[in-house]
């Protein structure tokens, strides 16, 4: 997992410029023996408060302010006194260490690839549109969720990534997107934010609340997790969500989405009304274009009574290329037709614009190049059936 063969890291700093790190990042910010690291954005301002106690408090405010307004490490601000910048640098350490980077042919998408301390794994995206600019952030080295048609579904799952893992990919698209200003976030990269619930809910409210992106700019893509769907309804966020459902039969969907089987299409439906209730906002429905597999003018029927139960938006997405499946995505002109198929059954349809196929930094294609291994293994699925 170590080889650090591939193309010369470019792009925003690292984010520390410490030495080596211990090997292990602690989520639990309470123990006082120091000497497994945390990312300097793990903790939170009642934490770094403890932390720093024998300090006056203006310190913690130009800590914040430097973590926050900054995006800056405490260790890097030289308005700290270098012996409280070495006590928090003994414990607080950058946990992403940059690997590489890819930037788009139209320059306009950038894919990093981080080493963490442990030595996973995670890509993170950086998406500049005419008027806006949006960081897609992993949420977990992995997936364990398995859809046949992702890279990292078929790179298999390492674990969960911590806040302060999650809050550094931010931190590095604003650095980078400067002096743009990074308005949007999606957890649409490695994993599924749900499985790693409490950790995606702490990163939701600190990108709020400390970097000031307000949560309809937030949009959270699950494969569909019913009881995390139902919880997330209630917590008073309005941060999108959005739905990944690619088939609307249960059969055809569990083919696709192997976790299907146990979250239904019904109870889908029912999780997606609740959440438009709670937070007055509609769910997207995501639907990765299959050749022959779910483009079928039946897909389009059954599609368009699922969205109009849910009173959901639906987006389609032209699927891109991966090297473990062996199915292509749909022409350009079935898209069209299938878009205009939905809406004809009054369904509010678009299709998403493609960015960065040619970096394998579309949607489905993140996966860290050392899985690449298994990523090629060849997955077969009845639903090639369905091409014929
Ligand atoms: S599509 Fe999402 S949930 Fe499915 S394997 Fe890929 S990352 Fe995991």
Sequence with gaps: ??????????????????????????????????????????PDRARYRELIDDQPAYRLDQIWH???????????????????RARLGNSLQPALELTATQNSSD?????????????????TVLMHYKDRSTVCVSSQAGCAMGCGFCATGQ?????????????????????????????????MGMGEPFANYDRLIESLHRIIADFGIGARNLTVSTVGLVPQMLRFAEEGLQVG????????????????????ARNPID??????????????????????????????PSDAAELAAVARRARAHVNLIPLNPTPGWPTVGTPRARIDEFVNDLRNRGVNA???ANRGTDIDAACGQLAAPDTAGSTATEVTLSARSHHR
């Design 66 to 84: 430097g973590l926050y307004q900054q995006d800056t490490p405490p260790t890097e601000l030289s308005n700290l006194p270098k012996a409280l």
């Design 155 to 187: 790179s298999g799952y390492e674990r969960n990534l911590s806040v302060g893992e999650i809050l550094e990919q931010v931190v590095a698209a604003r650095r980078a997107a400067a002096p743009r200003r990074l308005s949007n976030v999606v957890f």
């Design 107 to 123: 320059g306009r998408t950038i894919k990093w690839l981080w080493t963490l301390p442990d030595g996973s794994r995670v890509e």
């Design 350 to 352: 678009t299709v998403r």
């Design 241 to 260: 969500l959005a739905l990944s459902l690619h088939a609307a039969n249960d059969d055809l969907r569990t083919e696709l989405v192997p976790i299907n």
């Design 1 to 42: 997992m170590t080889d650090r063969t591939g193309p010369a890291p470019q792009g925003p700093a690292p984010l520390g410029s410490e030495p080596k790190r211990a090997p292990v990042e602690s989520q639990s910010a309470g123990s006082e023996q120091p000497q497994e690291t945390q990312s300097p954005w793990t």
């Design 267 to 296: 109870d889908l439906v029912a999780a997606c009304q609740l959440y438009r209730e709670r937070t007055g906002r509609r769910v997207s429905l995501e639907w990765a274009m299959i050749d022959g597999v779910n483009d079928r």
